[in-house]
């Protein structure tokens, strides 16, 4: 059976006519960039003045991007979503915090999160983001080439800590745990502490995931070192593949302290990168389990026929494609729907502390050439399917 990941139909099955018009409006806005800084910089005045602006967030791009404020809350959307054979990531997106207060609480909050996923069928793995874990200085002053020292190397091991504290709950549970990636500066930290929880409890089988970037040029030679250090010592390799969010930061930072910028020149570059990735570790699939993050088509498509041309079932639990809740659900439910393993990455946080995840998906969709546009080409196409389908 060809794939064919835009019948609208399937990708719009869950939404209502009222819903696809939401979504409709929604994009439109997003699409235009002014309308985008706009309001951002409304967002973050009413931020810093404490306004009340819930009641303007919570029924727009926060109903459309997220699931709710509490696990609790997600699990009608988790349900709804799983009738269409989309399973569900709850990812708590609320930013770090440089106090122990608030990094307590989110370590209870990610411990909550695993137990939940262990009782779920619906979510398959947990996740969380690194540098929710350690105070912010940490990560100012990491160095790939300077070793820590002080205070910095005290901190540094609390971090490792409270992630051996996560990663030891989702192999007492069975759930698997994704670390999301972070910036390249003190990415480094992140894989020696990832590295050390895979030989620690990927013995079995993929419980603890890194996260790859596939927009820095470095990581295709990390990746090939990864498995041959997982062949060596005998572990299994848990695999996430995005393309990176963060192309201008890592640029101005890498000429404002000058040094060669670590991500690719262009977005072919990225996407060889990417797709190269995917073929090299499903060619190791017996020690690695793959999650494919990506909202590109072409990069979709590859997966499945890799996944078809090396004889694995479909439904192979090593396998996994995910898009984010609230965009690209023509591939999402289309590939779900032919009988791949897929998730939605649903974010889930009180409404003022979601919004810096927010405001970066609202420009993530203005500056990712096409996104917008293919999304509000998508909704327009079934609205216009449903009307001619409502005459006949």
């Not at 070192?225 to 969010?245: M, P, T």
């Not at 090593?318 to 897929?342: C, E, K, P, T």
Request: aromatic share 10%; proline share 4%.
């Amino acid at each position: 059976m060809e794939l064919n990941l835009n019948n609208t139909e399937i990708a719009f099955k869950i939404k209502s006519n009222k819903d696809l018009r939401r979504a409709l409006l929604l994009f439109k806005a997003i699409s235009l960039p002014f309308m985008v800084k706009l309001g951002n910089a409304f967002t973050s005045i009413s931020l810093r003045i404490k306004a009340p602006i819930a009641w303007i967030i919570k029924p727009t791009i926060y109903k459309h991007f997220v699931g709710g404020e509490t696990i609790e809350e997600c699990i009608l959307t988790v349900d709804k979503l799983k009738g269409f054979k989309v399973n569900s990531i709850l990812d708590y997106s609320v930013e770090g915090g440089n106090d122990e207060e608030s990094i307590h609480a989110t370590m209870l909050e990610t411990l909550k999160s695993i137990r939940n996923a262990a009782t779920n069928p619906a979510i398959p793995f947990a996740v969380f983001k690194p540098t929710a874990f350690a105070n912010q200085h940490l990560f100012e002053h990491a160095d790939p080439i300077k070793p820590l020292e002080g205070e910095m190397e005290k901190e540094y091991y609390r971090f490792r800590s409270r992630v051996n504290i996560l990663c030891n709950e989702a192999y007492k549970y069975n759930v698997p745990l994704m670390v999301d990636a972070e910036d390249s500066w003190y990415q480094h930290l992140v894989d020696d502490t990832v590295l050390e929880m895979m030989k620690r409890y990927n013995r079995e089988k993929a419980i603890v995931f890194n996260t790859l970037q596939m927009y820095r040029a470095d990581r295709l030679e990390f990746l090939k070192r990864s498995i041959e250090e997982a062949r060596e010592d005998n572990f299994y390799l848990g695999l996430k593949f995005v393309r990176g969010a963060y192309m201008e930061k890592e640029r101005l930072r890498a000429f404002e302290k000058g040094y060669p910028s670590p991500i690719h020149p262009d977005k072919a570059a990225t996407d060889e990168a990417f797709n190269t990735a995917l073929l090299i570790s499903i060619e190791n699939a017996d020690i690695a389990s793959i999650f494919c993050g990506s909202h590109n088509e072409k990069s979709n498509l590859l997966f499945a026929e890799a996944i078809a041309a090396n004889n694995f079932s479909r439904d192979d639990n090593r396998f996994w494609f995910s898009q984010l809740y609230g965009m690209s659900d023509h591939i999402s439910f289309n590939l779900a729907n032919a009988g791949y393993n897929v998730t939605k990455y649903i974010p889930y946080g009180p409404v003022k502390s979601v919004l810096p995840y927010l405001l970066r998906r609202a420009e993530e969709n203005t500056s990712v050439a096409g996104q917008t546009s293919r999304e509000l080409s998508l909704i327009r196409s079934e609205i216009k399917r449903r009307k001619q389908s409502a005459k006949n």
